[in-house]
């Protein structure tokens, strides 16, 4: 499946965006989605994920629980993250990856998902 991430910008704290990822290429409802991101000079950070057909699993960093809500539409391909309140600490490149065989107990592991998009930067000024 390829993917690609659109909707990042700069945004005052407090702020909201949303960031969306479309998919083709292979039958996108099979596949677990997630939302990484990576500040500068930090190490990917998992986000949120939701899982694919058959199960219904959605997964949040404690870091935007509350704030951020991740969402999928099997039907147009895409998943979504509605970021709101955000904080000078959100800043970083988003990246949305999927995985097709993606258990739920390693939804929130970066290092499982086999296919990645190519990132979208999120600025968040205070």
């Known amino acids: 499946v390829q993917l690609q991430a659109s909707g990042g910008g700069l945004v005052q704290a407090g702020g909201s965006l949303r960031l969306s990822c479309a998919a083709s290429?292979?039958?996108?409802?099979?596949?677990?989605m997630g939302w990484i991101r990576q500040a500068p000079g930090k190490e990917r950070e998992f986000v949120a994920a939701?899982?694919?057909?058959?199960?219904?699993?959605?997964r949040y960093a404690d870091s935007v629980k509350g704030r951020f809500t991740i969402s999928r539409d099997n039907a147009k391909n895409t998943v979504s993250l509605q970021m709101n309140s955000l904080k000078p600490e959100d800043t970083a490149v988003y990246y949305c990856?999927?995985?097709?065989?993606?258990?739920?107990?390693?939804?929130?592991?970066?290092?499982?998902?086999?296919?990645w998009g190519q990132g979208t930067l999120v600025t968040v000024s205070s």
């Open positions: 939701i899982s694919g057909w058959g199960r219904s699993a959605i």
């Open positions: 290429g292979d039958t996108f409802g099979r596949y677990t």
């Open positions: 990856a999927g995985d097709r065989n993606l258990i739920v107990g390693l939804m929130a592991n970066p290092n499982e998902y086999d296919h």
